[in-house]
């Protein structure tokens, strides 16, 4: 009887589904940031003449976010305000999937170089009240910009289970997050949403309708692509299959082309490095891609496109443990990675004296700096901030280093 229920359970799910996408309106092409121009990119710094500009550059900032009080915070994420600052979002409470976890946001003034005292912007109770359903955890803040210049964020809320319960709620904001409205659940399935998280900045589309990367990990962990109108899921498709692959980042390469690059979730003895797919025609279908040929330890993958083509990756580029975190960069045109600064490393230590060291993200207020945050022993969000001067010297001194690595080759 069971049995029977459950064909009756999947054949009513496939009408629906088939129903669904049939009436699937058209796919628009990615809009391409206006950081992302078609520049070239500029010549290794090898010349004495440079030399004496180096000393000029400023070293990273590096602070941290403003502790609430909470003994466990986690997931920090951040966006570009409209006059320049940074607001950042992250979860804090006594443990990750506790009760009494809220979801905080404080806000960078690049002039001052401070964060602001920090302030909820929701919390399982206002949640529960808002959706007006039960609500037992939530967590992973991901903001976004609406194309009438709103924020947007979304989050994940838990009513039964772990995080494989899961389903993305969002709240918005006319006052640069100020204030927020009442959170609205996001269906991402027309008859079980459950298990749908988010971890990564979304994309635009021309039309304005932002591109959500997702994942599931229940019955499979695999990416999928949300097709978002405001509060409204208008299609989805498949980025990745299996139970291998989660937290897709979306590299967008031009109006049709992307690459998708995730944490790794393989069984023992397969390749702990980062599984990709490929999509040439603005997301509405993925293929897998060959691994990008970096250690990856189940662990969150942070990247940034820059104002001239330059790619940067922040992860933990080892095979276990996430005790290492690393900045990477690379240009678009060779597609080769190279660590240019370690930003965290406890190899040296035993152990269980070693930290976590996980969650980076990335952001750009102008095209050329950056921002990340992290988190930081699952006690402190940490905040590094790296000047466009800085970047643009560093990733010289990659493209020399890379020059001079294959003139020793074909010597």
Not at 29 to 45: G, T
Not at 51 to 76: C, E, F, M, R, Y
Not at 216 to 227: A, S, V
């Amino acid at each position: 009887m069971s049995r029977v229920i459950a064909l009756c359970f999947l054949l009513l799910a496939a009408v629906i589904g088939f129903l669904h996408i049939d009436s699937r309106p058209a796919w628009t092409p990615f809009a391409i940031s206006p950081y992302q121009v078609d520049e070239e990119l500029e010549e290794p710094v090898g010349t004495k003449s440079k030399g004496s500009i180096k000393a000029s550059i400023p070293a990273p900032q590096a602070n941290w976010l403003p502790d609430t009080g909470a003994p466990s915070v986690h997931a920090a994420s951040m966006i570009a305000l409209k006059d320049g600052a940074v607001r950042a979002f992250w979860f804090a409470g006594s443990r990750e999937g506790a009760a009494d976890v809220s979801i905080y946001s404080s806000v960078y003034d690049p002039k001052s170089a401070l964060w602001s005292t920090p302030t909820v912007a929701i919390d399982r109770i206002s949640a529960e009240q808002g959706l007006s359903r039960y609500i037992a955890k939530l967590g992973n803040p991901v903001p976004a910009r609406l194309p009438d210049g709103r924020l947007q964020l979304f989050f994940v809320t838990v009513s039964v289970g772990g995080w494989a319960g899961s389903s993305i709620s969002s709240l918005t904001s006319n006052d640069e997050g100020l204030t927020w409205s009442n959170p609205q659940r996001l269906i991402s399935s027309p008859l079980v949403n459950l298990s749908t998280l988010v971890k990564s900045p979304s994309i635009v589309f021309t039309d304005g309708l932002l591109g959500v990367p997702a994942y599931h990990e229940w019955i499979g962990r695999f990416g999928e692509f949300l097709r978002v109108d405001a509060g409204q899921v208008i299609d989805k498709r498949r980025m990745s299959s299996g139970r291998s692959a989660i937290q897709p980042l979306v590299f967008v390469n031009d109006a049709q082309d992307a690459n998708a690059y995730f944490r790794q979730t393989r069984s023992a003895g397969l390749p702990k490095q980062i599984p990709v797919s490929h999509t040439q025609n603005a997301g509405q279908s993925w293929q897998q891609s060959e691994d990008l040929v970096i250690a990856n330890p189940n662990s969150a993958v942070a990247g940034l496109v820059m104002k001239n083509g330059m790619r940067i990756l922040v992860l933990n580029n080892i095979e276990n443990g996430r005790y290492r975190l690393a900045l990477l960069m690379s240009d678009a045109k060779s597609g080769k990675w190279q660590t240019v600064e370690v930003l965290e490393d406890d190899e040296a230590l035993p152990d269980a004296q070693r930290k976590e060291f996980s969650y980076p993200y990335l952001i750009t207020v102008d095209g050329n700096d950056v921002h990340l945050v992290y988190t930081w022993d699952r006690k402190r969000i940490r905040h590094h901030y790296f000047s466009g001067a800085w970047i643009k010297q560093a990733f010289s001194k990659m493209q020399s280093q890379a020059a001079d690595e294959q003139r020793q080759e074909t010597q």
